[in-house]
């Protein structure tokens, strides 16, 4: 059996939550990023089942690095 287990701090949360109700946007899931990164390469096509990939995504005070296995990050 595989688990993956997420968390956020509740504050990062509720702040992201309030401005996209200022932008009058109301989210139906929420991601964390790592996963949204997965998903968004898994969308274009890029990632596939049979390779083991890593992904970097560096931003001005942080960077996120994710390593997929068999399309399991």
Not at 32 to 58: C, H, M, Q, S
């Amino acid at each position: 059996m595989k688990v993956i287990f997420a968390a956020a701090k509740i504050d990062a949360v509720k702040r992201h939550l309030a401005l996209l109700a200022k932008a009058g946007l109301r989210p139906k899931t929420i991601d964390i990023i790592p996963f949204a990164l997965v998903r968004t390469f898994r969308g274009l096509g890029v990632i596939d089942e049979k390779n083991t990939y890593a992904i970097v995504n560096i931003n001005p005070g942080m960077a996120t690095f994710v390593i997929v296995t068999e399309g399991i990050p």
